[in-house]
């Protein structure tokens, strides 16, 4: 999402990170931005380009800009207005409808009910309280606590999730549709949110030196890139996923983690269907439904997170998808160890 000058993106960042040297590059592509900014760092890498890259994904969308566009045929000058984030969410300008429009249409033609929808929630709040377990044993492997600078005299220290709430099984079922005869509610599609997180893509010999654990080999696969009919944005995982695995010579009997990009329950409930995911064998340990949805980072988290997971069970494969603006999604899979 837009920011206050952004005009200037990657060059800014290297600089203010101390690479005043890096020039730095923006990518952009909504919710695919993690998964595209990775691909392209590895592409870069592969091919002699880039030597180390530092993908920094970050996104505030509680909060998100409010954009006035020229109009010279409004009558008296009169100009566009756009919540940035909220009106895209409220309509696609080319297909039309709304983004909750298109998990709608996708449950319907797959048969995905409302007690799907709620069931597929309540697992997911359980799997992401798995990972507060222990003290938060499984999130600090990756999350760290960072200062944030309210005002002059006043200081947090933002160490967790915050703004995560509760669902229970009753509360889900007395929530209205948000669509007419729907199956979604405000419980089973995910929240703006605000998140910042980073990647490191290098060669091979440059990650054993800079790994805390250089034991624990990380490795780009594949990619996967799809777009489904319009109006139909949570279809197009299945076929991203899929092109990712054809890519990397796998089946999903070969993954050892499935990590999704969820803004609807739905979501996850084809992804099943079509592909033979059990539901319960994907985003352990946290997604997006849950923990809310900042456009940029979103990806790169549950990267980092299916990697964590991943390295604890000794290796194998991580498939990561998620759909995207446009009736998109875009795909990944890694190899650890």
């Excluded at 996708?106 to 597929?120: P, Q």
């Excluded at 609807?264 to 985003?283: C, E, H, R, T, W």
């Amino acid at each position: 999402v837009y920011q206050k000058q952004w005009f200037y993106s990657g060059p800014w960042a290297a600089g203010v990170m101390g690479a005043a040297g890096v020039p730095g590059v923006l990518v952009s592509q909504a919710c695919s931005t993690s998964t595209f900014a990775v691909y392209q760092a590895g592409m870069g890498v592969e091919t002699g380009m880039f030597g180390t890259s530092w993908c920094l994904l970050a996104d505030r969308t509680s909060n998100g800009p409010h954009a006035v566009w020229p109009n010279p045929g409004g009558p008296g000058g009169q100009a566009i207005a756009e919540d940035w984030v909220m009106d895209n969410f409220g309509k696609d300008p080319w297909a039309g409808g709304a983004m909750i429009q298109t998990a709608e249409n996708v449950s319907k033609e797959y048969g995905v009910t409302r007690e799907e929808c709620d069931a597929i929630v309540l697992m997911r709040q359980e799997q992401y309280r798995d990972s507060l377990a222990n003290d938060r044993e499984f999130q600090k492997r990756y999350l760290f606590p960072v200062e944030v600078q309210l005002s002059r005299k006043k200081t947090i220290t933002v160490e967790a999730d915050d703004g995560v709430t509760s669902s229970t099984k009753e509360g889900l079922a007395a929530l209205r549709p948000l669509l007419p005869e729907g199956v979604h509610t405000f419980g089973s599609q995910t929240y703006p949110a605000d998140g910042n997180c980073g990647l490191c893509v290098t060669t091979r010999e440059k990650a054993k030196e800079l790994s805390a654990d250089n034991g624990v080999l990380v490795r780009i696969v594949s990619f996967g890139y799809a777009r489904t009919k319009k109006g139909f944005m949570a279809a197009a995982v299945a076929p991203s996923a899929q092109q990712a695995l054809d890519n990397a010579g796998i089946q999903v009997k070969d993954l050892a983690a499935v990590k999704t990009h969820n803004p609807f329950a739905s979501n996850d409930a084809v992804l099943s269907k079509v592909l033979g995911i059990p539901l319960d064998g994907m985003n352990r340990n946290g997604s997006s439904l849950i923990y809310g949805h900042p456009q940029g980072p979103t990806g790169a988290r549950l990267i980092i997170e299916g990697i964590e997971e991943v390295a604890m069970q000794g290796g194998g494969y991580l498939l990561f998808s998620g759909c995207a603006a446009g009736d998109t999604a875009a795909s990944l899979v890694l190899k650890i160890g």
